[in-house]
């Protein structure tokens, strides 16, 4: 299997379905986003503490969903590619939800807002929380254009993930300052 | 394994199919020999005692060069299947495009069962179509596409995408492209163009 095939060269894209679409269409920004926030993930544990391992897993598994949210997206209703795919499940988010709950018995109770940064692992973290937003403000416009099909339930789904992923990001990035005898920058009035 | 060579550049190597081992027409394999390894599609259909695939051989190139040299009997390692380029169901026509050995997973399919409009195979010489009784009567039109036939009353001379442009009718289709990076991307921007609302799958090989 090669690598570039220049078919997207004048613009337009396959989707996972066999559709070709303009790359400046919801779906194409939708799932830009996920390849976005996956890399920004990289680049987060790339700064992770070597004896971390745990963490890098984790986040790992997560860079493995996020590549299944974007074949739903890349997918359309009806289309038979549904079959080649693995529902996004139950348990996917409950994993978000227990290592949230797990980072957070860690950390101070906060009762202030946040800056952005601290340490360079945190300030990935924090960068791939807004990316993770972004991403799911363009799911919701992909699902406002979408019936009552297969991959609508799916991304239905993917919202929830992604809410429940930007909250993870948020707590991952206060434990990375932590973890490096940072405490947390809180906003002042300027 | 065992050879059988197709023509001068293509040759088949046959597999004994393990047990457990299955998948569905369209998908490849990772093979391993040497310490190299490269993704062959399946040539034979699932149903098959043994797991055929259809390889050019390139004077130079690695594997396909110490693949047509290996003596029969040779072991082989493999794993997968992997890859999604199988026929969907669909209500428009199906047209299958192939270059070279892009046939392959094509005549899998067809071995499977699948009836599709056409099957476009674009080769350098009527030496190259070994599928075509094979593929002939089980499509609507089997169009081999040759860059030199001498023979213009039996073949189409040109490229596939000079019979897409000239012969398919409009409408849309389902577009299964295999084989060289150039076709795809040929093929893909003509069907952007004359054939808008199709859809396309692509197998992308060298």
């Known amino acids: ?190 | 394994m065992e050879q059988r060579w197709l023509s001068k550049k293509t040759f088949e190597i046959k597999l004994r199919r393990p047990e457990a081992f299955n998948f569905k027409p369209g998908q490849r394999i990772s093979l391993k020999y040497k310490n190299l390894e490269r993704d062959y599609s399946l040539a034979s259909s699932p149903d098959e005692a043994h797991l055929t695939l259809c390889i050019r051989y390139v004077a130079g190139g690695l594997l396909s060069q110490a693949l047509g040299d290996a003596e029969i009997g040779t072991g082989l390692s493999f794993y997968g299947p992997h890859g999604y380029f199988t026929i969907k169901p669909s209500q428009r026509p199906t047209v299958l495009v192939a270059s070279g050995t892009g046939i392959a997973p094509f005549r899998s399919m067809v071995r499977s069962g699948a009836a599709p409009e056409f099957i476009l195979h674009g080769v350098e010489t009527s030496a190259d179509l070994y599928y075509a009784e094979e593929l002939a009567p089980a499509s609507g039109k089997y169009i081999p596409c040759l860059s030199q036939s001498g023979d213009s009353q039996t073949y189409f001379e040109g490229r596939v995408t000079d019979y897409l442009r000239r012969h398919l009718p409009s409408q849309n289709y389902d577009f299964y492209l295999c084989g060289r990076r150039e076709m795809i991307r040929d093929v893909t921007l003509l069907v952007d163009e004359l054939f808008e609302g199709s859809f396309i799958y692509t197998e992308a090989f060298y």
């Not at chain 1, 993930?41 to 997560?62: K, N, V, Y």
């Not at chain 1, 969903?65 to 139950?90: G, K, R």
């Not at chain 1, 101070?108 to 972004?134: E, M, Q, T, Y």
């Open chain 1, 1 to 190: 299997m090669k690598i570039y095939t220049a078919t997207g060269d004048r613009g337009k894209t396959s989707l996972f379905s066999g559709e070709r679409v303009s790359k400046a269409s919801d779906r194409i920004e939708a799932y830009g986003d996920l390849d976005e926030l996956n890399s920004t993930i990289g680049a987060l544990i790339a700064h992770l503490p070597s004896d971390r391992s745990d963490l890098s897993d984790e986040l790992q598994r997560i860079q493995a969903d996020i590549f299944m949210i974007s074949a739903w997206l890349a997918t359309t209703a009806n289309s038979p590619a549904v079959d080649s795919l693995e529902p996004i499940e139950e348990r996917q988010i409950v994993f978000l939800e227990n290592a949230i709950d797990r980072l957070e018995d860690l950390l101070p109770d906060l009762k202030n807002f946040i800056l952005p940064g601290g340490h360079i692992s945190a300030a990935w973290a924090h960068a791939a929380r807004s990316v993770c937003r972004r991403a799911e403000r363009h799911t919701v416009l992909v699902l406002e254009s979408s019936g009552d099909d297969e991959p609508a339930e799916q991304l239905k789904r993917a919202l929830i993930y992604l809410n429940r992923l930007s909250d993870y990001l948020f707590v991952l990035a206060r434990e990375c300052n932590r973890l490096h005898g940072l405490s947390d920058i809180l906003w002042k009035k300027s």
